[in-house]
């Protein structure tokens, strides 16, 4: 059992914008601003989308978004592309001992 | 451009010994922490800790201590992650992840920007 929830699977068709949830404690994502999000395609790394709740690397499109509201961060994707159709972790700070949890993975499905 | 290259697959038995590491390239090795992240077969991503490549302090996160080692050689700029007494449930793909804050900031960003290619470690009889 992952220690940040997350749906199992979110879709949506192109075009479209879809939200992927990421329910942390008040350990965790309540109070920290560490929250970061990573996209994995098959067989590959993940990488980097969104870090520190709402920004974004050198590269990420603009289509990609994060922001937080209590224990509860969220990544919005507008304008979704079929390349977008990948699993994506949310990961967050914790004051336990175990410093850097992920949640369980979203698998998004582009329609 | 920075890089980190993971060694290859590898197959072992139960109760041996594994050593992936992890060859940095493009930046300062000794300047970035090092994590380590574990993805079991079909399952998500596990933090199992990270090692401070200035000091050469490793941190291990709750389940990864005792038979998991991380070290580090710096003339090569390469981390490794030792695992002991292997057991099936290790079979995983192990990530080595850099964290982008420089050491002298005395603080982690908690996130990684870089990410080796992944070593996939397979513990069958």
């Known amino acids: 059992q992952s220690a940040l929830t997350q749906p199992a699977s979110v879709s949506g068709s192109p075009g479209q914008s879809i939200t992927i949830s990421c329910t942390g404690t008040?350990?965790?994502?309540?109070?920290?601003?560490?929250v970061s999000w990573y996209q994995q395609h098959p067989g590959k790394a993940p990488k980097v989308m969104i870090y520190?709740?709402?920004n974004r690397p050198s590269g990420v499109p603009e289509r990609f978004s994060g922001s937080k509201s209590g224990n509860t961060a969220s990544l919005t994707i507008s304008g979704l592309q079929a390349e977008d159709e990948a699993d994506y972790y949310c990961?967050?700070?914790?004051?336990?001992?175990?410093?850097?949890?992920f949640g369980g993975g979203t698998k998004l499905t582009v329609l | 451009q920075v890089q980190l290259v993971q060694s290859g697959s590898e197959l072992k038995k139960p109760g041996a010994s594994v050593k992936v590491s992890c060859k940095a390239s493009?930046?300062?090795?000794?300047?970035?922490?090092m994590n380590w992240v574990r993805q079991a077969p079909g399952q998500g991503l596990e933090w199992m800790g990270w090692?401070?490549?200035?000091?050469?302090?490793?941190t291990y996160a709750q389940g990864f201590t005792g038979r998991f080692v991380f070290s580090l050689d710096t003339s090569v700029s390469t981390a490794y992650l030792q695992i002991s007494s292997l057991k099936a449930e290790d079979t995983a793909v192990y990530y080595c992840?850099?964290?982008?804050?420089?050491?002298?900031?005395?603080?982690?960003?908690?996130?990684?920007?870089?990410w080796g290619q992944g070593t996939l470690v397979t513990v069958s009889s």
């Open positions: 493009g930046y300062t090795f000794t300047s970035y922490v």
């Open positions: 520190e709740v709402s």
């Open positions: 090692i401070n490549t200035n000091t050469g302090n490793p």
């Open positions: 990961s967050s700070y914790t004051r336990s001992s175990t410093l850097v949890v």
């Open positions: 008040s350990s965790d994502v309540g109070v920290y601003n560490y």
């Open positions: 992840a850099r964290d982008p804050l420089p050491y002298y900031y005395n603080s982690n960003a908690y996130y990684f920007d870089y």
